[in-house]
């Protein structure tokens, strides 16, 4: 019986490598500090090659007011006071939709339009800026327990998905957000003595959201007579998580859903369109069918299928994911993958889903859309205020209170911008750093085997 782990008995001509964001003063500043509305590029490498894992963290923190550790000295250390939030030591916030504002793009050799381009959550399988622990074969997120299922929560991201090329990658980050945030990274990859075969395919990803979903019935109950007796063959108004043009194969997705009408989110059918079909001849049975479950979703994840984040924790709230790795979709010229939301299309939700598949070059022309209608919907919690006149007069004491903190807080202030334009000006010297040394292991392997 063969054994899927023999490639590891024999030898290759290859040289492994890595980019990462390790502080190149050889100190413990080990991450990358993103500036607000900066494209930053984590690293060029130079083909032929393939990245063959990718891990990420990161932070992104609001000062709400000043708090009592020095803000130049305690920007030397780990940022321990950035992961958790001391009460009375930081007042901060996570900012909780990040994941959805900055976006993770790569281009493969010398196109001219990116391979893959997603909000920098979701590529990673954090949907709806919503970290949830689990694991599958191709990407994995571990948050530490009492941050999870809390929007923006840091939380460590692996994925890997084999991604060759045979000229060049450029991995950036595009921060659309108000604030910077820090990130740490591995990019490790292999690089080959040899161009790679021509029938190689590339790997692409793409996000894509319907806020609200084309519902024609939602206020019509789910699983009622009425909305079951509508047909749809056609697979008009579907839900599209991936439509291009090429050849390659389709290899999954992650689909994050957030309902409204309190019910089932989950009854409409797959329909999968390939080289050009009017009908679609690859039909499903239900949503929660397509992702491996049955009578709606539970809670569990395995290799290939399962929940990230389940409704019964969130209410209103599902993250799910199917990998096509053993049973890839393949086209010839191309292919669109559609779900029903709600049988028939008759609910209004609000989907979004990152595809992943392997492709010929070039590559489709990816969008995706403005950072504003990225924003994942929250339940908005209405906050009492008073009134000027309803406030009580405030005291001596407490008049000096608010001039003292607002003392403090321009020191506070001062010295965090400072600190935080010295980690942007690092930044930029370690981005150039990551191209000096990718250009450096490769030109050294290629002398080496000359």
Known sequence: MKNNLDYLTKSQDARTARLSSYDQDGKNQDYWMIPAGESITLGEIEGPACITHMWMTSFCRKTIGPGIVDPIMGSHVAPVNEIANPLGVTWEEQDPFYYRTAL???????????????????FFCIGNSLPGNFQSAPFNVSVKPEEANKFGAPAARNCYFPMPFNK????????????????????DYEMYKKPLPKDTLYFHANWNRNLPCRGWGDDLQVNSPEVQDISNLSG???????????????????????????????????????????????????????????WGMQKNSFLYNGSIIHESDMPGY????????????????????????????????????TAYWYQTLPSPKLSILPVEKRIPVVAKMDVPTLSDAEKPTLTKEQKEAYAKTEKRNEWYSAGKNK???????????????NLADAKAVRSKYQKEND
């Open 419 to 433: 600190e935080m334009q010295l980690k942007f000006d690092k930044t930029h010297r370690a981005e150039k750093g």
């Open 168 to 187: 060049k990658a450029k991995i950036e980050i595009i921060n659309q957000g108000d604030l910077p945030f820090g990130l740490y990274f591995y990019i």
């Open 318 to 353: 599902q993250v799910s994911y199917r990998f096509h790795l053993p049973d890839p979709v393949r086209f010839s010229k191309e292919i669109k993958v559609t779900i029903e939301h709600g049988h028939a299309n008759h609910l209004s939700d609000d989907w979004a889903s």
């Open 236 to 294: 008009k108004d579907n839900y599209v998580l991936l439509d291009t043009k090429g050849k390659g194969h389709y290899v999954g997705c992650n689909l994050s859903v957030t309902h409204f009408q309190g019910s089932w989110w989950g009854e409409g059918d797959d329909m999968i369109y390939v080289d050009g079909e009017k009908v679609p001849s690859i039909n499903g049975t239900g949503t929660e069918d397509y992702f491996g479950h049955a």
């Open 104 to 122: 993770f793009k790569i281009t493969w050799d010398d196109e001219d339009t990116p391979s893959i381009l997603a909000p920098l959550g979701d």
